[in-house]
């Protein structure tokens, strides 16, 4: 084992950390991309306004305000 002087060892763990770091962040991204959407066809911006025509019948009293 070489003699290494006492300030490299903690930047090459840190090192070592980061890029652990971004293969992991990597391979969650290529899962994601090779999965595809969560749902087909459900775009950002896609709903309207939410009115009363929105509701889902039955669903009467379930809106923000309904518990005061």
Do not use: I, N, W
Request: without cysteine.
């Amino acid at each position: 084992m070489a003699a290494t002087e006492p300030g490299t060892r903690p930047s090459v763990l840190l090192l070592g950390f980061a890029l652990l770091l971004l293969v992991v962040f990597l391979g969650a991204f290529a899962a994601g991309r090779a999965a595809g959407p969560v749902a087909p066809g459900l775009s950002p911006g896609s709903s309207g306004p939410g009115g009363p025509s929105d509701r889902m019948p039955g669903m009467d009293g379930h809106d923000m305000g309904a518990g005061r």
